[in-house]
């Protein structure tokens, strides 16, 4: 089973910039989907960025431009979220999944395809 811990996320004014942390661990394959979603109050999860530990990032198209995903050299399995220009809009609970991935190719958009699940940290923008 691989686990997923979060780190990372608080409170930021506008036009800020935060980074968020995940490492998988646990029963990890040579290959791992690692992503962050993000979760409005009764909306469904989407999807920020992910990233497959052989190279391939996808990002969602809400957050296009402002995020970067990518690999944390100093940890295996672990990938740095950094996001820029935050808004109050941006305030929301970011998630952390991940799964192994047993094909070539970028993480896929879905929620559902994520097995492994953080507990989420909260982020909150002020005006």
């Known amino acids: 089973q691989v686990q997923v811990e979060e780190s990372g996320g608080g409170s930021v004014q506008a036009g800020g910039s935060l980074r968020l942390s995940c490492a998988a661990s646990?029963?990890?394959?040579?290959?791992?989907?690692i992503a962050w979603f993000r979760q409005f109050p009764g909306k469904a999860r989407e999807l920020l960025a992910g990233?497959?530990?052989?190279?391939?990032?996808?990002y969602g198209d809400s957050v296009r431009g402002r995020v970067t995903i990518s690999q944390d050299d100093n940890a295996k399995n672990s990938v740095l979220l950094q996001m820029n220009g935050l808004q109050p809009e941006d305030t929301a609970t970011y998630y952390c999944?991940?799964?192994?991935?047993?094909?070539?190719?970028?993480?896929?958009?879905?929620?559902?395809?994520?097995?492994?699940w953080g507990q989420g940290t909260q982020v909150t923008v002020s005006s």
């Open positions: 999944a991940a799964f192994n991935q047993y094909y070539y190719g970028p993480c896929p958009l879905a929620p559902s395809s994520y097995k492994s």
């Open positions: 990233f497959s530990t052989d190279g391939d990032i996808v």
């Open positions: 646990g029963d990890t394959y040579s290959r791992v989907c």
